[in-house]
T-cell receptor
């Protein structure tokens, strides 16, 4: 059965610093992998999606994620954090059903 | 293009009652999925409808049911409400199956059960 683990329910970074949000998955077949973002009082919005075309996936708002099969990881990064990045981030995996991680709330310190 | 809309946005119900939530997908989208979001359990998949057929179902009791109409609009019903059903219910639509296509989420319906 597939599953997703996001390390750290809360992550704080200083404005301008590197953002790294961790996601590990388990799946019996090569999966689709997603990162979604949820701003307060809103639904989720797709940041990026891995579909096996390339291991480094670029998304919106300067985010990117690298698929590492040997580590079963799909960590999300952004070189320089901005105050507007404060939100909750969800990693998701699917082969048939889509399963979301429990989310990581990103705090940006001024 | 209009986004995914959900009605109502807020709802307060009493234990034992039933509730129906509505979701209108983006025009042309054939897949509608429902999720329950709570602080403790995170985002949990309820079910997916594709062209009026239930394509997938999560691990929820039979009190949770849904349907999709020929215009792709979807409803979710919860019968015999329990306090633990208090949550944000999110609907998402996609042009293809939810497992491989980008999902577009609505703002959610916040259900409070007292």
């Amino acid at each position: 059965a597939q599953s997703v683990t996001q390390l750290g329910s809360h992550v704080s970074v200083s404005e301008g610093a590197l953002v790294l949000l961790r996601c590990n998955y388990s799946s019996s077949v090569p999966p689709y992998l997603f990162w979604y973002v949820q701003y307060p009082n809103q639904g989720l919005q797709l940041l990026l999606k891995y579909t096996s075309a390339a291991t480094l996936v670029k998304g919106i708002n300067g985010f990117e994620a690298e698929f590492k099969k040997s580590e079963t990881s799909f960590h999300l990064t952004k070189p320089s954090a901005h105050m507007s990045d404060a939100a909750e981030y969800f990693c998701a995996v699917s082969d048939d059903k889509i399963i979301f991680g429990k989310g990581t709330r990103l705090h940006i310190l001024p | 293009k209009a986004g995914v809309t959900q009605t109502p946005r807020y709802l307060i119900k009493t234990r034992g009652q039933q509730v129906t939530l509505s979701c209108s997908p983006i025009s042309g989208h054939r897949s509608v999925s429902w999720y329950q979001q709570t602080p403790g359990q995170g985002l949990q998949f309820l079910f997916e409808y594709f062209s009026e057929t239930q394509r997938n179902k999560g691990n929820f009791p039979g009190r949770f049911s849904g349907r999709q109409f020929s215009n792709s609009r979807s409803e979710m019903n919860v019968s015999t409400l329990e306090l633990g059903d208090s949550a944000l219910y999110l609907c998402a639509s996609s042009s293809g199956t939810a497992s491989s296509y980008e999902q577009y989420f609505g703002p959610g319906t916040r259900l409070t059960v007292t």
